[in-house]
């Protein structure tokens, strides 16, 4: 095709793609003319004298053109094919690295593995001890804002034998006590095992040493809630809505369901309506209570501390809470406490899993349908202990969740407790 400008053409080839303007005066001879190119679409091209074909166009174009210009087109093509192929051997270079680290990620016990991400420790693993396979999701949902948090840390306890931690926090008000909760908790809980000296701390000292750490952790939440606010901080969250209530943040807080899982016992330590379900020889158990208002001893509890139950849309803690315990809400105390329930369970050959939840699946769904989506997600695995079968089930339970519409943030957490086919062969065995 040829177009006309002010004393110029341009030559340009439509199945080529190029476009070469070079001087030449406006021809007399010009005329429109639609030629078809493939069957059920046409152009409009301007022809010059007699039909001329693009690719005698091409061809005196490039007769034309001078050597530099060539070279400049060739090295420009072979930098593009360059940076292809450079760009396919980096891409298959991370796709290689991501693999390697997700290797990485299931041998090691480290402690240091957080879903969502790939860490290499360079400690080297357990020899003898693997951690339980597990799934984690995590969404908004129909909720305005993200809310919940969550934490994963296997074998996060390196002095003696190996214990893992899993954490679910709903946060309510904003977030940043709910992620507080993520980044601290366990720290805590560390130190208080470390307090307790090495090896596995006794069943009876779990309750106290758990109620120390959310007592800590209650307390750091509210000393720091004007820098997890970022109110007079430099690095201020644009997305925090704290603003819009007070200053100090005193309305935000969060629930805690934690779960330290060991060889021989399951801890779990609840604040809040957040739950946590251990599956066992196909029935659940229940190894949390929801902590709400209208529940009876809780009713007491803040009766005694001389606040009052509103029913509104619900019991709520003067009308505003719709839990009776938590961690933050500083405008609630001595009302709402941080003081957890602590179960310790035997663990037994029975054990199938242990689910985690936000309020958001537990809303609209019992315990007992909650365990028949996971076990049949891991009927239906090909191998024991797989992080895949855990990721399904929790993907799934989100899905059920949000289709018996669950208006709030849903967080799930499967842990598989089976033992390994090995494991249980050679238990067989002897």
């Known amino acids: 095709m040829a177009t006309r400008g002010q004393g110029h053409r341009r030559v340009i080839c439509p199945r080529q793609g190029l476009s070469v303007a070079r001087l030449a005066p406006p021809s007399p001879f010009m005329r429109r003319r639609r030629v078809q190119f493939s069957p059920g679409s046409s152009v409009a091209l301007d022809l010059e004298m007699a039909e001329i074909c693009c690719d005698v166009a091409v061809a005196e174009v490039a007769k034309e053109a001078s050597v530099a210009s060539r070279e400049a087109v060739s090295r420009l093509e072979r930098r593009r094919r360059m940076g292809i192929r450079r760009f396919r051997l980096v891409a298959d270079a991370g796709d290689q690295a991501a ?21 290499l420790s360079l400690e080297p693993p357990r020899m003898g001890i693997e951690r339980p396979a597990f799934g984690v999701v995590s969404i908004c949902g129909r909720s305005r804002d993200m809310e919940d948090a969550f934490s994963v840390r296997p074998d996060f306890d390196r002095t003696g034998p190996t214990h893992h931690f899993f954490g679910v926090y709903d946060g309510h008000g904003c977030s ?45 939440a509210v000393a720091r809630r004007l820098e997890a606010a970022g109110v007079g901080s430099s690095r201020a969250n644009p997305r925090c809505r704290c603003e819009l209530q007070t200053l100090k943040c005193d309305t935000v807080g969060s629930t805690a369901v ?58 709520r803690v003067l009308g505003v809470l719709a839990m009776s315990r938590a961690i933050g809400d500083g405008y609630l105390k001595p009302y709402v406490t941080s003081e957890p329930e602590v179960t310790v369970t035997e663990r037994s050959e029975a054990d199938e899993f242990l689910l985690l939840g936000s309020d958001g699946l537990w809303d609209v769904m019992t315990n007992e349908m909650a365990c028949d989506v996971v076990r049949t997600c891991f009927d239906r695995a090909k191998a024991l202990n797989s992080d895949k079968a855990c990721s399904d089930a929790a993907t799934l339970l989100a899905k059920l969740a949000l289709a018996r519409h669950s208006a709030d943030n849903v967080t799930v957490v499967v842990v598989d407790l089976r033992k390994p086919a090995k494991s249980l062969q050679e238990s067989t065995c002897n």
């Open 99 to 119: 693999e390697a680290g997700r290797k990485r990620r299931r041998l090691s016990c480290s402690g240091e593995v957080a879903v969502g991400e790939t860490r």
């Open 176 to 220: 940043h006590v709910a992620g507080l909760c993520r980044d601290r908790m366990h720290e805590l809980v560390e130190e208080e095992m470390l307090r307790l000296g090495p090896g596995s701390p006794p069943p009876e000292a779990w309750a106290g040493l758990m109620k120390r750490s959310f007592s800590l952790m209650d307390s750091l």
């Open 258 to 315: 934690v779960a330290v899982v060991g060889l021989s016992n399951i801890v779990v330590a609840n604040c809040g309506d957040s739950r946590a379900v251990l599956c066992r020889g196909g029935a659940p158990i229940p190894l949390s209570s929801d902590h709400k208002p209208d529940r009876p001893d809780e009713l007491s509890r803040i009766e005694a501390a001389g606040g009052r139950v509103i029913y509104w849309q619900g019991a």
